[in-house]
């Protein structure tokens, strides 16, 4: 059975950073492209991160650009998402997901709010 459990969210000021992660169970980690998706009431989920398979090539949404890191431990099946500086507009459901060709896996997402 294929799991993605995705933790670190919580409340936090704006200015303020977060570390998220996500550790997979039941696929072969290694060979999965993994991204950080987020999405709030009303609006379609967003691509907030990606990273390959063996982590040499990362790509971002430009609203978080400099201010986020996505990163990957293929021994530990744990891609994390390092965010700072964060912002109010960055307050989302936050979803880790597993990408191998036409497979595709969810977690159910871990809850970031930056209110002051």
């Known amino acids: 059975q294929v799991q993605l459990v995705e933790s670190g969210g919580g409340l936090v000021q704006p200015g303020g950073s977060l570390r998220l992660s996500c550790v997979a169970s039941g696929i072969i980690f290694r060979i999965h492209t993994m991204r950080w998706y987020r999405q709030t009431p009303g609006k379609e989920r967003e691509l907030v991160a990606g990273i390959t398979s063996s982590g040499g090539t990362t790509n971002y949404v430009d609203s978080v650009k400099g201010r986020f890191t996505i990163s990957r431990d293929n021994v530990k099946n744990t891609v994390y998402l390092q965010m700072n500086s964060l912002k109010p507009e960055d307050t989302a459901l936050y979803y880790c997901?597993?990408?191998?060709?036409?497979?595709?896996?969810w977690g159910q997402g871990t809850q970031v709010t930056v209110s002051s």
């Open positions: 997901n597993a990408e191998y060709y036409a497979r595709r896996y």
